[in-house]
């Protein structure tokens, strides 16, 4: 399993540098031996093993202008794939983007999109990472505390450290907690709470995250990001 793990992300090779030494720390090797120990045991576990570095895979390092922190992957069949917040076409859109859908048509007139995969915002820039990159089926956050979050935690100092004039939107605490690192004088920062239902009417609707990001990214010679996603999907 460690293996495959450290051939998976050969698949990112822009990462690789950067992060192939976590695969020798002792957390690395628990965690592949929890993760073994699963699939062993014949749990199903979301997203499939080749897409549990699907966001790094899909943003190159030396893309990244935009970064989203997520928390865990959706834990019922056909929904992650390694991408936070989105789902496979086909799938139900998570009440969490329905609302990031209705904040992007209220800052931008962008018109939600029939369907929830987000792939071209990764294949853009916009670093799509879940802080924990599996869980078991039917089970939310099965698989946080067992290693994960010492990985992505060294992906987001990677970006920190490598990138320059990143935006990072970090929606809700969990995130802010997650970003804490960053270097505000470096990168541009931008905080509300979650899009769930739950809280999304305490600042998330308003926030104006989407048009202060392209503002920015524009001033800094970048590029915008089109959030408006593509009509017709493939995946």
């Known amino acids: 399993m460690s293996d495959n793990l450290v051939m998976t992300l050969n698949n990112a090779p822009s990462w690789q540098p950067w992060l192939?030494?976590?695969?020798?720390?002792?957390?690395?090797v628990q965690l592949t031996q929890f993760l073994q120990q699963e699939i062993a045991a014949q749990k199903r576990i979301y997203p499939p093993v080749h897409q549990w570095f699907h966001a790094l895979e899909t943003t190159p390092l030396d893309q990244v202008k935009v970064v989203i922190i997520g928390q865990d992957p959706y834990h019922q069949p056909n929904q992650a794939h390694g991408l936070c917040f989105s789902?496979?076409?086909g799938i139900k859109i998570p009440p969490s983007l329905v609302n990031i859908y209705?904040?992007?048509?209220?800052?931008?007139?962008?018109?939600?999109?029939?369907?929830?995969?987000?792939e071209s915002w990764a294949e853009q820039g916009v670093l799509m990472l879940n802080a924990v990159l599996t869980v078991e089926d039917s089970q939310a956050a099965s698989h946080q505390g067992r290693g994960w979050e010492l990985f992505?935690?060294?992906?987001?100092?990677?970006?920190?450290?490598?990138?320059?004039?990143?935006?990072?939107?970090?929606?809700?605490?969990?995130?802010?907690?997650?970003?804490?690192?960053?270097?505000?004088?470096?990168?541009?920062?931008?905080?509300?709470?979650?899009p769930s239902p739950l809280a999304a009417y305490r600042g998330f609707f308003g926030c104006r995250h989407f048009s202060q990001t392209n503002d920015y990214l524009l001033a800094q010679g970048r590029g915008l990001i089109d959030w408006q996603l593509p009509?017709?999907?493939s995946g």
């Open 152 to 194: 992505t935690d060294r992906v987001i100092a990677t970006v920190n450290e490598q990138c320059e004039h990143v935006v990072f939107l970090l929606w809700g605490s969990y995130a802010q907690k997650k970003g804490a690192m960053i270097d505000t004088q470096r990168h541009l920062v931008l905080k509300s709470v979650h």
């Open 102 to 118: 209705k904040e992007l048509h209220s800052d931008l007139g962008i018109v939600p999109a029939s369907h929830g995969y987000l």
């Open 20 to 28: 192939e030494v976590e695969f020798t720390k002792p957390y690395m």
């Open 231 to 233: 009509a017709t999907i």
């Open 87 to 89: 789902v496979r076409p």
